[in-house]
Nanobody, 122 residues
Framework: VQLQASGGGLVQAGGSLRLSCAAS????????VGWFRQAPGKEREFVSA????????RYADSVKGRFTISRDNAKNTVYLQINGLKPEDTAVYYC????????????????WGQGTLVTVSS
């Protein structure tokens, strides 16, 4: 599975973005897909994940109520809608795929995209 994240950019605090994770390769629909982010000088952290069916989701406490994950298997794409952006959301956002169920640690994910930069100005 090959993943490509896109949709990042520079936005003012309080604004919104929609990140996309496009996948190629077979059986994408069988994978849980997660979003992670990494700010400068910090470790990569879990943001959200969605099961292969889209029925199951999980969010980090820091983004609950502001971020929404969804997927369209017909388009081989997972989305992360980000509302109410804060300066502390500034990071490179990565999407990743795993056969495990809604896991939150990066080492449980087998495939990674290249990342897309989100910068939030105050």
């Amino acid at each position: 599975v090959q993943l490509q994240a896109s949709g990042g950019g520079l936005v003012q605090a309080g604004g919104s973005l929609r990140l996309s994770c496009a996948a190629s390769g077979r059986t994408f629909s069988r994978y849980t897909v997660g979003w992670f982010r990494q700010a400068p000088g910090k470790e990569r952290e879990f943001v959200s994940a969605v099961t292969w069916s889209g029925a199951g989701t999980r969010y980090a406490d820091s983004v609950k109520g502001r971020f929404t994950i969804s997927r369209d298997n017909a388009k081989n794409t997972v989305y992360l809608q980000i509302n109410g952006l804060k300066p502390e959301d500034t990071a490179v956002y990565y999407c990743a795929a795993t056969t495990s169920y809604l896991v939150v640690t990066p080492d449980r994910y087998d495939y990674w995209g290249q990342g897309t930069l989100v910068t939030v100005s105050s």
